[in-house]
């Protein structure tokens, strides 16, 4: 687990936004593991995929509810297995 985060911990930054395999994904397991608030306001660029695909977990869903739950709080969190 120690060596995961450290590989993410350094290359957390990818093209992608989304859920899976992008850059809020890697920013929500970062910040669980950390407890450290990372994320701070930037441009976003969505890649072809990402802005035809919905999709919660590969599409622009899931790089909403990350947007939503950064203002809203009390959102649940889709990550947690409760």
Known sequence: MSRALE???????RDSWSLCHGIYGNLMILERATGAE????????????????????NGYGGILY???????HTLPDILELD
Do not use: A, V
């Open 7 to 13: 590989k993410l911990e350094q290359y957390w930054k």
């Open 38 to 57: 990372l994320w701070s306001r930037s441009e976003i660029s969505l890649l072809l995929q990402e802005k035809i695909n919905p999709g919660l977990i």
């Open 66 to 72: 990350f947007l939503l739950k950064r203002e809203n």
